[in-house]
T-cell receptor, first 116, second 113 residues
Framework: AQTVTQSQPEMSVQEAETVTLSCTYDTSESDYYLFWYKQPPSRQMILVIRQEAYKQQNATENRFSVNFQKAAKSFSLKISDSQLGDAAMYFC?????????????FGKGTKLSVIP | DSGVTQTPKHLITATGQRVTLRCSPRSGDLSVYWYQQSLDQGLQFLIQYYNGEERAKGNILERFSAQQFPDLHSELNLSSLELGDSALYFCASNRGGLAETQYFGPGTRLLVL
């Protein structure tokens, strides 16, 4: 079974600084998708960024970028120029690309605090 | 706003009762996923429907059931409720394709007293 591990339960960053959230996963598959979701205090789950395993290039979305290391099964999220609105729970998620269901497997989450 | 709606937003009920949670997917989406978020179990996949048919089951208890109707809205039925069923229940939707991102609704917060 696939598992997703987020080893940092909590992190903090100074406003305007850069922070990196870690995620590792375990799978025997070669083709899959990885995601980072943000959950602010409102509890809404918001997609931050996604990465296709077959793509070597790291995904970027404005101030958010990932460092995808397929061999190491690592998928970290870098937030640049941190803003107060970035304070939230961040969840790393995995989805298999094979036949059948496309459900997400989530890590336990990292709570990010942004210090003004 | 993801375009996925869930009702009710909050639900308080007693042990042993039965409740129904409702989800309306984004316009054009055929696939609906249900997830449970609790303090001890984290975010867990429960069940998926695609165009009215069950596609996959995850860690869903036998006391829980779901269905997707012809208009593509979905309902999650929770019966014989226990204290441990208190959680945030999310619905997500997409068009069902392999490369599709799932878009989450705002969730229903269930409190079982």
């Amino acid at each position: 079974a696939q598992t997703v591990t987020q080893s940092q339960p909590e992190m903090s960053v100074q406003e305007a600084e850069t922070v990196t959230l870690s995620c590792t996963y375990d799978t025997s598959e070669s083709d899959y998708y990885l995601f980072w979701y943000k959950q602010p205090p409102s509890r809404q789950m918001i997609l931050v960024i996604r990465q296709e395993a077959y793509k070597q290039q790291n995904a970027t979305e404005n101030r958010f970028s990932v460092n995808f290391q397929k061999a190491a099964k690592s998928f970290s999220l870098k937030i640049s120029d941190s803003q107060l609105g970035d304070a939230a729970m961040y969840f790393c998620a995995y989805r298999y690309s094979g036949a059948g269901s496309y459900q997400l497997t989530f890590g336990k989450g990292t709570k990010l605090s942004v210090i003004p | 706003d993801s375009g996925v709606t869930q009702t009710p937003k909050h639900l308080i009920t007693a042990t042993g009762q039965r409740v129904t949670l409702r989800c309306s997917p984004r316009s054009g989406d055929l696939s609906v996923y249900w997830y449970q978020q609790s303090l001890d179990q984290g975010l867990q996949f429960l069940i998926q429907y695609y165009n009215g048919e069950e596609r996959a089951k995850g860690n869903i208890l036998e006391r829980f059931s779901a269905q997707q109707f012809p208009d593509l809205h979905s309902e999650l039925n929770l019966s014989s409720l226990e204290l441990g069923d208190s959680a945030l229940y999310f619905c997500a939707s997409n068009r069902g394709g392999l490369a599709e991102t799932q878009y989450f609704g705002p969730g229903t917060r269930l409190l079982v007293l």
